[in-house]
């Protein structure tokens, strides 16, 4: 069963405190930048998919705004609209 984004998300920032907890425990230095490198890797991640569920409530939301402009019947090819049959230039 796939989680929700809202999980995934929550899960995300978990591992990422776990990583900077990580990170503060070590003193060699390569350690500590590897582990603030995933660190940052799942802030990304947590981010991104905050982002992907805006953008998602955003196109919802405005779906029935305002049709899209590419789906708008194209007048000049309509014979009803245009009985001479003249293309436009």
Same mark, same amino acid.
Request: glycine content about 2%; proline content about 7%.
């Given at each position: 069963?796939?989680?929700?984004? *809202?999980?995934?998300? *929550? ?5 990422? *405190?776990?990583?900077? #907890? ?27 998919? #905050? ?21 708008? /019947? ?8 245009? /009985?001479?049959?003249?293309? /436009?230039?």
């Amino acid at each position: 069963m796939l989680k929700k984004v *809202a999980d995934e998300i *929550a899960d995300c920032y978990r591992r990422a *405190a776990e990583a900077r #907890e990580k990170a503060e425990r070590f003193t060699d230095p390569d350690f500590k930048r590897d582990f603030l490198e995933l660190e940052s890797s799942w802030l990304f991640l947590a981010r991104s998919l #905050e982002f992907t569920e805006r953008l998602r409530a955003f196109q919802h939301s405005s779906a029935g705004a305002q049709p899209d402009p590419r789906e708008r /019947p194209n007048e000049f090819l309509d014979e009803s609209r245009n /009985p001479t049959g003249l293309q /436009p230039k």
